[in-house]
């Protein structure tokens, strides 16, 4: 069977679901004739896209701190204190993202990035408190640094706290703003912030190659590219994909939904055996479909049993790296 009837044969849905593929294949392409530049700093920059949507997202709600990224990384042996906040500083200067503040210009959010940021790592003492005491009070304290707002139009995108657990172990808090940095980058944070303690605590200069791009060009080529019939086209599809989307998920729950969102979630973990692993994988195989599809099939599966909707919202993240330069 050819090509052409092999699409023929396909259901609407999915001859759908193709056309949009070898757009997104058409728009990639394009893209590689179009390489992000740098831009000039003197004139208000523009935000990307995601960056827009968590500033609108901050103007509903400020300081809230739903969209917090926070980690706690157990250090053990002697610090140096000194090397470890040179290192963020360091992290801070290359990445123009941390020393970025956003303000309201004409009506419109701009993007303002300051010349220089210091960071200060303040450490607080546990080591006089009773064992339990002491991880109680740092889980605590990790707590609240997460549930500390970030001032968008004037403050830093960055926190870290060092607490002292023993004489040789400690709990370093980093809190970043998602509108700074999202899950690869903030591992890149710590990678690089390591890497520079390294560099530092032995008196040495860093060892990072300077960055050729920085977040602000991206804001600017994304900004320059999708426009037109492009963005168009792109909104078009997720207004039709989320026509009539159902406002709440309809889940039965032990108590009444509170009138203001606490956004206090928990978490379930659980493990799948190696047998599991592969049957589900042969399933994946068997249907066209990668392990990740078939998981969230199972889980709105999961939903819908409880729910009775046919028509289930889930978001996923993703990482969304697709340029060489990013």
């Keep these: 069977m050819s090509f052409f009837e092999q699409v023929e044969a396909l259901s609407p849905t999915k001859r759908k679901l193709l056309e949009l593929a070898l757009s997104k294949r058409k728009e990639a392409r394009a893209d590689l004739s179009q390489p992000i530049q740098p831009v000039d700093r003197s004139a208000p920059l523009p935000l990307s896209f995601a960056q827009e949507r968590l500033w609108f ?12 990224i926070h980690q706690s990384i157990h250090l053990a042996g002697h610090l140096k204190s000194s090397a470890l906040e040179q290192g963020f500083n360091e992290v801070i200067r290359r990445h123009e993202a941390l020393r970025t503040t956003f303000i309201s210009l004409n009506g419109k959010p701009v993007q303002v990035i300051k010349e220089s940021l210091e960071l200060g790592i303040p ?17 605590e304290l990790a707590k609240q640094e997460n549930s500390r707002g970030f001032d968008l139009a004037s403050g830093r995108l960055l926190r870290a706290t060092l607490l002292s657990t023993g004489p040789l172990e400690r709990v ?21 912030a ?50 009539d989307a159902p ?30 692993i592969e049957e589900l994988k042969r399933l994946s195989q068997q249907h066209g479909s990668t392990l990740f599809m078939t998981m969230l099939a199972v889980f709105k599966t999961l939903l819908y049993r409880y729910s009775g909707q046919n028509d289930i919202l889930v978001g996923t993240a993703v990482a969304n790296r697709t340029r060489t330069e990013v």
Excluded: C
């Excluded at 300077?210 to 999708?226: F, N």
């Design 57 to 68: 997202l901050d103007q509903l709600e400020p300081n809230s701190s739903a969209y917090n």
């Design 194 to 243: 390591a890497s520079l303690y390294q560099s530092f605590g032995q008196g040495q200069p860093s060892a990072i190659e300077e960055l050729r791009t920085q977040y602000a060009d991206y804001a600017v080529w994304q900004r320059q590219r999708l426009q037109g019939e492009i963005v168009d086209r792109q909104l078009d599809y997720w207004k039709q994909q989320l026509a």
């Design 247 to 276: 406002e709440l998920l309809d889940l039965p729950t032990d108590r009444p939904r509170p009138p203001v969102r606490s956004y206090s979630g928990g978490s379930h973990s659980f493990n799948l055996d190696a047998v599991q």
């Design 172 to 192: 370093l808090l980093i809190v970043l703003h998602h509108i700074g940095a999202d899950g690869w980058s903030s591992n890149i944070l710590i990678r690089e």
């Design 123 to 139: 450490e607080v003492d546990l080591t006089g408190l009773e064992t339990t005491k002491r991880e109680l009070t740092a889980q």
